[in-house]
């Protein structure tokens, strides 16, 4: 590839059509495909429902902002909120929902910091990338976005440690993806809520990568006795139609009025 700058190691395979879980590349050879893109194509490549869905979408209108009311937006919000009393903010990447979080985490409760974990991952502007526990993401690239600490996954004495009165929020994976499929202990999970809910501290969970039945529940906190205050979804939830979303329990609707935040294709 010539155009396009050389951000990614590419395998020389161009697929060019896909059904199901079989892919075909441009001279024509098929392939099983077990990668899904990356934790993307849960639902498989182009699903006969979610295609004719879209072409007829395609075929009404494409665009009405959201300066408008949109019932079809309201009903995917009601689907991803599966029966809570959660909102949601529709965005278009995994990145800018963690943003959307790290943002309505802050604005909340007024504090800035914000306490991540070693090799995790968040995404790549500059918030999220903050947020991300990886020195190899961060160089180059100047400044960070100051506030966030990184401690040490499935440890519970270092968390404690930085656990203060100026904490906003705890942003976690429930496994952290790109850091190595690195599991987090159930018992830690579960004494970090314990400790966020006693100081008043918002847990955000990170499911861009596990949530969508990517674990066998709907999200991957759901494996656990966790109950997130934010958490954060993209990668499945198009199945590779950019759409990310930050779900959040409705209290928080007080930060995040007209105005406060927005995306022009968010919910599009
Ligand atoms: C991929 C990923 C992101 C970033 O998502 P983008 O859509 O690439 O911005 C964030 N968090 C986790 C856990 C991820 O795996």
Request: glycine fraction near 12%; hydrophobic fraction near 35%; aromatic fraction near 10%.
């Amino acid at each position: 590839m010539k155009h396009v700058f050389p951000t990614y190691d590419r395998y020389p395979v161009d697929i060019v059509k896909g059904n199901g879980t079989v892919v075909k590349d441009a001279t024509g050879k098929t392939y099983l495909d077990f990668t899904s893109g990356i934790a993307v194509c849960n639902s498989g490549h182009c699903p006969e429902n979610v295609t004719e869905a879209i072409q007829s979408q395609l075929a009404n209108i494409w665009h009405t902002s959201n300066l408008y009311e949109c019932a079809l937006q309201d009903s995917v919000a009601e689907l991803i909120t599966d029966g809570t009393d959660k909102l949601v903010f529709f965005c278009n990447s995994g990145t800018e929902a963690n943003e959307a979080a790290l943002k309505l985490a802050r604005k909340y409760t007024g504090k800035e910091k914000i306490i991540t974990f070693e090799k995790s991952f968040h995404g790549r502007t500059f918030g999220s990338m903050s947020a991300t526990g990886q020195a190899k993401i961060h160089q180059g690239f100047g400044s960070l976005v100051p506030g966030f600490t990184y401690v040490p996954y499935n440890d519970i004495e270092s968390f404690k440690t930085e656990l203060d009165e100026n904490t906003a929020a705890v942003l976690l994976e429930v496994i952290q993806g790109e850091g190595g499929v690195i599991p987090g202990n159930a018992a830690w999970l579960m004494e970090v809520q314990r400790l966020c809910k006693k100081t008043g501290v918002l847990l955000i969970i990170d499911e861009v990568q596990t949530g969508l039945g990517r674990t066998g529940t709907l999200y991957g906190f759901q494996q656990t006795f966790l109950d997130p205050d934010i958490f954060t979804l993209a990668k499945g939830l198009g199945n590779g139609l950019p759409i990310g979303a930050m779900v959040g329990k409705e209290h928080l609707s007080s930060a995040f009025g007209p105005g406060s935040h927005g995306s022009t294709f968010g919910g599009n």
